[in-house]
């Protein structure tokens, strides 16, 4: 099994390698950087690559890691008895498994994604060391072992909100996706929006990056949004000329598309503003 770029997900060479790396390995592949560069995508790729059926487990902030096991659904089981369903004497009929009781189950290789791993408690990671190490658990309500019978190539996403803990980050194999430069960029966007003008595409990325490298940005504009930005772009039929800023303007055309926070607006406003009054 060796992964590459699709035809709908251009990977960088080092990141290529760390995913077959990791599969080499057969370590979890912990894969951060910047929101909307395409982690999440990476997995669903992977699988799509490697011909493999994919399990997505979304973490979120209320998660617990036990729940990516199984969970035991204990009221359920009260409620029976108190009607007398005769399911109440197999508490296996109460056991609701979870995505990695699922990935561990499977009838062949899977690509399990946890995303953003990094939205639950502090100690999820911690919570889930032994099962990822050792591809197994125990159902104490059943008193069964589920072990994995293909372990599957596991992906971690993290936003990099919080930490992760050195034991969970020892047992992975780690690897950050850098901002695409321009040439990569292109390549990217040639796989979204086939066909797009050379200097229409010039305008636009080189618009995209100067926002990008503006000072005191809380949000930077990510690959995703540069792909939203272009769609409108062309779904408005624009030029590059429509895209030249008018003298002592600092907003983009369709500028929502890439600032998504009021205080980015606002600082592009003020930078205009000082813009005018130097130019007087």
């Known amino acids: 099994m060796n992964f590459a770029s699709t035809d709908s997900y251009v990977a960088p060479p080092d990141l290529a390698i760390a995913v077959n790396a990791a599969v080499t390995l057969e370590r979890p592949l912990l894969v951060k950087g910047e929101p909307g560069t395409g982690k999440t995508e990476l997995a669903r790729q992977v699988a799509q690559s490697l011909d493999l059926p994919i399990i997505e487990w979304n973490v979120k902030s209320t998660t617990k890691a036990q729940q990516g096991l199984y969970e035991y659904d204990a009221v359920s089981r009260l409620r029976d008895s108190q009607l007398g369903e005769a399911r109440v004497h197999d508490v296996a009929n109460y056991i609701r498994k979870g995505k990695l009781w699922q990935a561990f189950e499977a009838p062949g290789k899977v690509v399990l994604l946890i995303d953003e791993i990094d939205k639950a408690d502090i100690e999820f990671p911690n919570d889930l060391l032994q099962e990822l190490d050792r591809m197994e658990f125990h159902v104490y309500e059943t008193g069964e072992t589920v072990r994995a019978a293909h372990r599957p190539v596991v992906i971690i996403t993290s936003n990099n909100e919080k930490e992760l803990p050195d034991a969970f980050l020892r047992r992975c194999f780690f690897h950050y996706i850098r901002f695409p430069d321009a040439e990569t960029l292109k390549r990217i966007v040639e796989v979204h929006h086939p066909g797009l ?51 002592g303007e600092m907003l983009p055309r369709l500028h929502g598309a890439l600032l998504k926070n009021e205080q980015d607006v606002a600082l592009f406003e003020k930078l205009a503003f000082m813009a005018r009054r130097q130019a007087r």
């Open 197 to 247: 003008k050379p200097r229409l595409l010039e305008r636009a990325l080189s618009q995209f990056f100067e926002i990008r490298e503006v000072p005191g940005l809380k949000k930077k504009p990510s690959t995703s949004e540069l792909l939203d930005w272009l769609k409108l772009i062309l779904a408005e039929d624009l030029t590059p000329e429509d895209l030249q800023r008018p003298a």
